[in-house]
């Protein structure tokens, strides 16, 4: 016997001060686009292609979707009946905007237009995912346990291979992180794992016309001289505005502009030829970076020395004052951290490292990428979740906003969010949590609903029960991750840049405070 319970809420578009969309919004909504598209089989140019769909078909779609969970769980009161709760999220749109968002679907390259340019898309142009697209929906998916047959096929195909490179981003602005190890955890990436034409057989950087998983580096020329000088690794700034927009979860080329910006006042790249046409165009701004063919740079002795592909003097003077400003910023007062019960006893030096790295927005992007290939990125990505609607519910408790029941229905959608991704059982980023508070967390689940008053009082206490079940997690990552992350020999170099070797329990700080809101990588 089962009964049924919907909670509807509907979704409104945040947007930045550059007035763009947030970028986990826009990812959610593309994907749900995509869930929604029957995704066949097209003829274009007299070759057939799969996973295609018209423009047509994504707008009629686009102007009203409709993305629907459903979690199972038994009554708490009869144990025979089951208790099917339903969440239904809806984007609603104008035409006008819906063609306005499909366009920018195509810039932050999602999609691609098969037999049609940009400029000149029509209701019959067929489209299709680009690798990166195919990677936005693969997370999107997974963490929303969507196994429908059209999506699984494509998740399922040689098309999905690209590892995007997962962003930090600050949650109240949405704008990139951009300190200086972040840059540089960054342009690792960017210029590839391995030095060009190593022993071990990588490529050479002329060689690099295709990035068919992101972890190859950008596309570039190698031992070129210009005005009689030589330099060993060179790129134009158009591939590095490629490589940023195909190989990392940036939806703007403005930012990708903003990245590279970041590489030449870091010293990790110089400017080599000028475009003097793209300067006369844009004025003072266009010195600082030129995104054309004709605009080079080279790589700098220090960038090699960050990449690993030249010896790095650990004891340098750069390294000894990133030291101190670490020690200097250990020495403060202890963070209050909410997922760290006071007095708590066992490893406490690798919970004070968890606490580090999480605070780190470099360290975090690593962290999240070793979890990832240990395939318990869920753990992070929950106890991320629950920091950011800890942090909004208790603003919008404090300022009364709850009272308002269009308000409270919002944060009652966002709760079954997070039960139906990791807490729910079968969830598909079912978490390792105590069976006995995963029974409590599903049976007040269950009381999510009649009047106002009630459904307030037991929204505190799921609230209150996903606050412990981080606490787990926390205690879960600190005990099983963290140690194995500062084995691995590949981030062997940036840890010792942050001397974990000397955090302890005794209070040490991050940069910032788990209980401000956190910075957060792309979802």
Not at 45 to 69: G, M, Y
Not at 78 to 84: E, F, G, M, N, Q
């Amino acid at each position: 016997m089962s009964d049924a319970t919907r909670k509807s809420g509907s979704r409104m578009l945040r947007t930045t001060d550059e007035d763009r969309p947030f970028t986990r919004d826009f990812k959610d909504l593309f994907s749900t686009l995509m869930v929604s598209l029957e995704l066949g089989s097209r003829r274009v140019r007299f070759t057939k292609i799969d996973f295609t769909f018209t423009v047509e078909e994504a707008l009629n779609n686009l102007s009203s979707l409709r993305f629907t969970q459903s979690a199972r769980m038994p009554d708490p009161n009869d144990a025979s009946r089951i208790i099917t709760t339903t969440s239904t999220t809806t984007f609603t749109m104008a035409k006008e905007m819906a063609r306005s968002i499909f366009q920018n679907f195509i810039q932050a390259r999602f999609l691609e237009p098969l037999n049609a340019t940009f400029s000149s898309l029509s209701k019959g142009t067929v489209c299709t995912m680009t690798a990166k697209g195919i990677a936005v929906l693969h997370r999107f998916c997974n963490r929303n346990g969507i196994t429908a047959p059209h999506v699984m096929r494509v998740l399922q195909s040689p098309r999905n291979k690209m590892t995007l490179l997962i962003l930090e981003r600050d949650l109240t602005t949405d704008k990139l992180v951009v300190d200086r190890a972040t840059i540089e955890v960054i342009f690792r990436r960017f210029a590839g794992v391995q030095a060009p034409g190593a022993i071990n057989g990588s490529p050479a950087w002329e060689d690099r016309t295709d990035y068919p998983n992101g972890l190859v580096g950008v596309e570039g020329m190698q031992d070129i001289r210009v005005n009689g000088s030589k330099y060993k690794y060179a790129f134009t700034g158009k591939s590095a505005i490629n490589w940023l927009m195909d190989c990392c979860t940036t939806i703007d080329e403005r930012e990708t502009y903003r990245v590279c910006e970041q590489f030449i006042e870091h010293g990790l790249v110089i400017g080599v030829v000028e475009d003097k046409s793209y300067i006369e165009e844009n004025g003072q701004a266009a010195l600082n970076f030129q995104p054309t063919r004709q605009a080079i740079y080279s790589l700098t002795p220090r960038a090699l020395k960050v990449c690993g592909w030249a010896v790095s003097d650990r004891l340098s003077d750069e390294s000894i004052n990133r030291k101190r400003e670490s020690r200097a910023a250990n020495n403060s007062p202890a963070s209050s951290n909410p997922a760290i019960p006071s007095g708590a006893t066992g490893d406490v030096s690798n919970k004070s490292r968890l606490q580090y790295i999480l605070n780190d927005p470099s360290l975090r992007l690593l962290f999240r990428e070793y979890l990832a290939a240990s395939f318990c990125e869920e753990n992070l990505a929950f106890y991320q979740d629950v920091t950011e609607y800890l942090d909004n519910y208790n603003k919008s408790k404090m300022s009364d906003e709850l009272k308002d029941y269009h308000k409270l229905q919002d944060y009652i959608a966002g709760v079954f969010g997070l039960y139906n991704s990791f807490l729910a059982p079968g969830s598909p980023c079912e978490l390792n949590i105590d069976h006995a508070l995963r029974n409590r967390i599903s049976s007040e689940m269950t009381g999510l609903s009649g009047d106002e008053q009630r459904i307030a009082r037991n929204l505190d206490e799921v609230v209150s029960l996903c606050q412990l079940a981080q606490v787990t997690i926390f205690k879960l990552m600190a005990s099983d991750s963290v140690p194995k992350f500062c084995r691995q020999p590949r981030y062997a170099v940036i840890l010792q840049e942050h001397d974990f070797e000397t955090i302890s329990g005794n209070g040490s700080r991050p940069a910032s405070p788990v209980s401000a809101p956190m910075r957060s990588a792309e979802r």
